[in-house]
Structures are given as C-alpha cells and as structure tokens.
C-alpha cells in the first residue's frame, strides 16, 4: 500500500513539473492533477493564491517565485513588505503553503510559482496567474477608418490598458450635448469594439458616442469618447492665370469633415481621380491639398473640380484655369501707352481752350473775330436820360408829349474795346423815333 501511494505521489510530481515548464496559461483544465490557476482581483482586496490541496497534507517546505525570481522562503510569521497601516504585512506564506496578499495594488499582477516539498522528500509544483483589475485614469479612444466602399464607415472605441475588458457601448445621438439617451448602435464586453454603418444612417450634426462601463468605476464616474459628423467643404479660387509653359499650381483647402474626407482632383463633375505622373503632381500639406500641373499648354486650360468625399456626402467646387501666351504681355503694354498718351493730349487740348476761352465764349472757336459784331438797340426816355457811356445827347423835341426813342449804335469787338481806340466811340449813330 505504501508503494502505491508512492507511485501516485511521484506520478503527481512529475506531472506538476511537466507543467510548469510549458507557456503561462490563465486557465486550467477540469480534471487535470497539476494546479494551474487563474486569480483575479482588485487593487485593496485580500487575495489567496492555493499551492498544494491535496489529502490535507503540509508541506514541509514552500518556495514562491514570481515571474521567474524568488520572493524568498517565509512562513506565516514573515513577509516580503512590511509597508501597511499599522506596519500590518501585506504578503505572507500560510500553513498549507498559501501566498496570502493582505492588500492587493497595482504591480502585483504576474505568473507566480509555487514549489512545496512533501513529505517524503517529493516536490509539488502549482502555477498560478494573478490578474489585478486596474481602469485607466484616461478616457477611451474613439476613431474612424474609410471601408473599401466610400458608402460606408467602420467606428472604433478602444480602452487600452483596461482589467477586466468593459462593457462598451456605441449609441448615436442628435445632439452632443446630451449626456445620455440616443439609439444603441452595439455593446460588448471587450476592449475594442467597431460598428460599421452605412451613409444612409448618418445625418449632419448628428453624434456618435461610445460609452465604457466597468465594475470598479464608482456611480457618476463616466469614461466616453464622441464623434461629430460634419459634412465636407472644399475650398479653391474660381479663377487661376498661368502663362503657356509654365508650371502652376491649384490648392484645395478642406478642414471642416468628419469624419475626414477623401480630397482628389479631377477634369470632370465627379470624374476620375487624375493620377500623379509627367504631367502632374499631387501634394498635401495639412488641410491643403494642391495639384501642380507640368508645362501648362491650350488643352490644359478649362475647369477642374476638387472632390472631398466623407460618408455623409460628396462636395466638389470648381476653379478654372485660363491659359495665355507671352505675346499678351507685350499687348498690355502698348495698350498702356495709348492710354497715357491719350491723356497727355486732352491734357494739351483742355489748356489750349482755357487760353482762349474768352473768344470761344464771345465769338466762333476758329479765326479772328474782328468782323463780328452784334446790333444793340437801347431804349430811353425822351426826359433828358443819358445814353449808355459814349451816346451823345439827343436834341429835345418840340412836341411835349412823351416820346419813345430807340438808338441803334454798335459795339466793338474784343480788340477794338479798347480805350484807346477813338474811331470806334465816333462811328456815326442812328435814331429811331417811336
């Protein structure tokens, strides 16, 4: 009887060596003699990691390690720290060979080992996973990535660093503001959780919010991360110049999209991408997104249409690009120096009509006005009334009654005003009696 319960002993040993010579495993197998345990715990809870359970026997001797050093031999009177409240041990070794944590925290977690010595002199092998709960201080991450169909759009929401994994939950909801509510999109207890959705199931405005839950996280504790969707808006100048030969380059600025659009330039209303090549280059420096074009002739002039596409929709805006030769600057030119001398001679002509703007305004624009002169006729009293400056005084008339004279004399032109001109104040005058 004795050699066969030392055969199952030896047996038990042999299997249990075996054991923890292969990978780390956090699971064990129902039935199997060896121990490989997983334990999970939470930082401040009193956590027990079993060695040896078999017919109640102690062990002689116990050995923990972990992750592959020794924590040395203690017994239940020892410890490896003594940092507590009240100098209280946090790490003991039990009776039976038990690793005894008083207070789990954060760096415990690890592959330990227990070697225990029977009686007998056989040794017990038992492996065991510790896995500590821990949630993370940050925030989960939310993104976005383009399927192969630009229809469609596959969302992510990750916790990394997160024991055990969380519930996440994907629900989208019309405005960002709100803190709860909205239609749920998917939930799962994991790390990373995506969803995919189809452009007919997202609107402008509207938000996508993912939701991380966890037994450790205390109430009104949230962890979340949101997407805004927000339609595509390219923006390029209408017109763009560039000589004949030259290189010129358009720029398309997009930065309002999300998620972020997909920017190509094309020769039509929702053409085909142009391909970089000879011909042309394409280029992105943040928002901006440019296409030069290589030695610019006539059949590069006309529109181009930059297209941003996201999955709430399609935008394009287009520029044209006009093409002109060399010989257009030489044109510019000569048109300028029409222009200027066409002001230089209004310029000559507006003097010239002021130095002579007392002919124009008493006489013909052209020639002498000598011979030109006008009949006044000036009506006075028969009363002893003076004519006007050199009219001489006329004789009084024997009739008494009033009579209405009218002088008829001429005046002389511009030049011959002059005081000094005698012949023209004794030029003969002319009565009419009314």
Same mark, same amino acid.
């Given at each position: 009887?004795?050699?066969?319960?030392?055969?199952?002993?030896?047996?038990?040993?042999?299997?249990?060596?075996?054991?923890?010579?292969?990978?780390?495993?956090?699971?064990?197998?129902?039935?199997?003699?060896?121990?490989?345990?997983?334990?999970? %715990?939470?930082?401040?809870?009193?956590?027990?990691?079993?060695?040896?359970?078999?017919?109640?026997?102690?062990?002689?001797?116990?050995?923990?390690?972990?992750?592959?050093?020794?924590?040395?031999?203690?017994? =239940?009177?020892?410890?490896?720290?003594?940092?507590?409240?009240?100098?209280? *041990?946090?790490?003991?070794?039990?009776?039976?060979?038990?690793?005894?944590? !008083?207070?789990?925290?954060?760096?415990?977690?690890?592959?330990?080992?227990?070697?225990?010595?029977?009686?007998?002199?056989?040794?017990?092998?038992?492996?065991?996973?510790?896995?500590?709960? #821990?949630?993370?201080?940050? &925030?989960?991450?939310?993104?976005?990535?383009?399927?192969?169909?630009?229809?469609? @759009? *596959?969302?992510?929401?990750?916790?990394?660093?997160?024991?055990?994994?969380?519930?996440?939950?994907?629900?989208?909801?019309?405005?960002?503001?709100?803190?709860?509510?909205?239609?749920?999109?998917?939930?799962?207890?994991?790390?990373?959780?995506?969803?995919?959705?189809?452009?007919?199931?997202?609107?402008?405005? &509207?938000?996508? *919010?993912?939701? %991380?839950?966890?037994?450790?996280?205390?109430?009104?504790?949230?962890?979340?991360?949101?997407?805004?969707?927000? @339609?595509?808006?390219?923006?390029?100048?209408?017109?763009?110049?560039?000589?004949?030969?030259?290189?010129?380059?358009?720029?398309?600025?997009?930065?309002? $999209? =999300?998620?972020?659009? #997909?920017?190509?330039?094309?020769?039509?209303?929702?053409?085909?991408?142009?391909?970089?090549?000879?011909?042309?280059?394409?280029?992105?420096?943040?928002?901006?997104?440019?296409?030069?074009?290589?030695?610019?002739?006539?059949?590069?002039?006309?529109?181009?249409?930059?297209?941003?596409? #996201?999955?709430?929709?399609?935008?394009?805006?287009?520029?044209?690009? $006009?093409?002109?030769?060399?010989?257009?600057?030489?044109?510019? +030119?000569?048109?300028?120096?029409?222009?200027?001398?066409?002001?230089?001679?209004?310029?000559?002509?507006?003097?010239?009509?002021?130095?002579?703007?007392?002919?124009?305004?008493?006489?013909?624009?052209?020639?002498?006005?000598?011979?030109?002169?006008?009949?006044?006729?000036?009506?006075?009293?028969?009363?002893?009334? !003076?004519?006007?400056?050199?009219?001489?005084?006329?004789?009084?008339?024997?009739?008494?009654?009033?009579?209405?004279?009218?002088? +008829?004399?001429?005046?002389?032109?511009?030049?011959?005003?002059?005081?000094?001109?005698?012949?023209?104040?004794?030029?003969?005058?002319?009565?009419?009696?009314?």
């Amino acid at each position: 009887m004795k050699r066969r319960t030392l055969v199952a002993v030896c047996v038990f040993a042999t299997v249990a060596v075996w054991a923890s010579d292969s990978p780390v495993s956090t699971t064990s197998e129902p039935g199997s003699p060896s121990e490989s345990t997983a334990v999970t %715990a939470a930082p401040g809870d009193i956590v027990i990691l079993p060695c040896y359970s078999k017919d109640s026997v102690r062990p002689s001797r116990t050995r923990w390690l972990k992750d592959g050093s020794e924590l040395g031999e203690l017994r =239940a009177s020892e410890a490896v720290s003594g940092e507590g409240d009240g100098g209280q *041990r946090r790490l003991v070794i039990l009776e039976d060979g038990s690793l005894k944590f !008083q207070t789990v925290a954060g760096g415990d977690e690890g592959v330990y080992l227990c070697e225990a010595t029977l009686p007998g002199s056989m040794t017990w092998r038992a492996r065991v996973v510790l896995q500590v709960a #821990n949630v993370p201080a940050r &925030h989960p991450e939310c993104s976005w990535h383009l399927e192969a169909d630009s229809a469609e @759009m *596959r969302f992510s929401c990750s916790w990394p660093g997160c024991y055990p994994d969380p519930m996440l939950i994907w629900s989208q909801v019309q405005d960002a503001n709100h803190e709860s509510g909205g239609f749920v999109l998917a939930s799962e207890v994991a790390s990373v959780l995506q969803v995919s959705l189809n452009r007919s199931l997202l609107a402008k405005g &509207h938000t996508l *919010r993912c939701v %991380a839950q966890h037994l450790k996280l205390t109430t009104g504790q949230k962890r979340t991360c949101s997407l805004t969707l927000a @339609m595509p808006h390219p923006e390029v100048s209408p017109l763009v110049w560039a000589q004949k030969g030259s290189n010129v380059t358009l720029v398309c600025t997009e930065a309002s $999209s =999300a998620p972020p659009a #997909n920017t190509t330039w094309s020769r039509a209303p929702r053409g085909a991408p142009l391909a970089p090549g000879a011909k042309y280059a394409l280029s992105q420096d943040g928002a901006a997104y440019s296409l030069t074009i290589v030695n610019v002739g006539w059949d590069d002039e006309g529109d181009y249409f930059c297209q941003s596409e #996201n999955p709430l929709a399609l935008r394009q805006t287009e520029v044209y690009l $006009s093409i002109r030769a060399s010989t257009d600057y030489t044109g510019a +030119i000569v048109g300028v120096f029409i222009a200027t001398l066409i002001v230089g001679l209004s310029a000559v002509v507006a003097k010239l009509l002021f130095a002579n703007r007392h002919r124009i305004c008493l006489g013909g624009p052209f020639g002498p006005l000598e011979s030109d002169r006008s009949d006044v006729l000036s009506l006075v009293d028969s009363d002893e009334e !003076q004519i006007f400056q050199a009219a001489p005084r006329l004789p009084p008339i024997a009739d008494a009654r009033p009579t209405a004279m009218v002088q +008829i004399h001429r005046l002389p032109s511009g030049e011959q005003e002059d005081a000094g001109n005698q012949s023209a104040r004794e030029e003969p005058q002319q009565l009419v009696t009314l």
